[in-house]
């Protein structure tokens, strides 16, 4: 869908303490960008953006 659309990358969040994930997403090309803070309820907590260039 994105090589249809031609964008350059897609990105997305994954929680800073989900490393098993952070993992996953570095082996398939996903580097971390920045970090944001996503709230759940009361609580904050940190995901770290995450891209991967398709160009």
């Given at each position: 869908?994105?090589?249809?659309?031609n964008?350059e990358?897609?990105?997305?969040?994954v929680?800073e303490?989900?490393q098993?994930?952070?993992?996953?997403?570095?082996?398939?090309?996903?580097?971390?960008?920045?970090?944001?803070i996503?709230?759940?309820?009361?609580?904050e907590?940190?995901?770290i953006m995450?891209?991967l260039?398709?160009?």
């Amino acid at each position: 869908m994105a090589n249809e659309k031609n964008v350059e990358y897609v990105w997305m969040g994954v929680w800073e303490q989900n490393q098993r994930a952070i993992r996953f997403y570095e082996k398939n090309g996903f580097i971390a960008f920045d970090k944001h803070i996503f709230k759940l309820g009361d609580d904050e907590q940190t995901d770290i953006m995450m891209r991967l260039k398709l160009k």
